[in-house]
C-alpha cells in the first residue's frame, strides 16, 4: 500500500488549504484513514480520522472547527480542509492508514504512511 499527500504550501495566516491523499496498491481493503502532522522539535500529532464509511473521529483541539477530513472511496482519496489557518499550523502533513480496528490517534497504530507534505502559514 502506498500514500501520497499532496496539497501543502505556503498560506497567509487566516488562509485555507486542501490536502489529498492518494492510496494506491493493495486498495482492496477498508482503510482507517488519519492526518498527523508534526512540526519541528514536536512530537507527531494526531489530528483525527475517518472510518471506511465515512464516519469520523474526534479531532484534537488543534483542529476542532477549522479542519474536515473526508474521503472519497471511488477514487481512493482522503481529504483535509484546513480553513483559518494559523501560523501555529506550520508543520509536515502526514495522512496514514491502517486495516486493524483499536486506537486510532497513536502513531504507532499505523503501519503505512504518505511521505509528508509541508504545509508554511506566514503571519
Known amino acids: 500500500v502506498q500514500l501520497q499527500a499532496s496539497g501543502g504550501g505556503r498560506v497567509q495566516a487566516g488562509g485555507s488549504l486542501r490536502l489529498s491523499c492518494v492510496v494506491s496498491g493493495r486498495t482492496d481493503q477498508s482503510y482507517f484513514m488519519a492526518w498527523f502532522r508534526q512540526a519541528p522539535g514536536k512530537e507527531r500529532e494526531f489530528l483525527g480520522g475517518i472510518r471506511w464509511k465515512g464516519a469520523t473521529t474526534p479531532q484534537t483541539d488543534s483542529a476542532k472547527g477549522r479542519f474536515t477530513i473526508s474521503r472519497d472511496n471511488a477514487k481512493n482519496t482522503v481529504y483535509l480542509q484546513m480553513n483559518s489557518l494559523k501560523p501555529e499550523d506550520t508543520a509536515v502533513y502526514y495522512c496514514?492508514?491502517?486495516?486493524?480496528?483499536?486506537?486510532?490517534?497513536?502513531?504507532?497504530?499505523?503501519?503505512?504512511w504518505g511521505q509528508g507534505t509541508l504545509v508554511t502559514v506566514s503571519s
Open positions: 496514514a492508514a491502517k486495516t486493524i480496528l483499536g486506537g486510532y490517534n497513536a502513531a504507532a497504530e499505523y503501519p503505512y
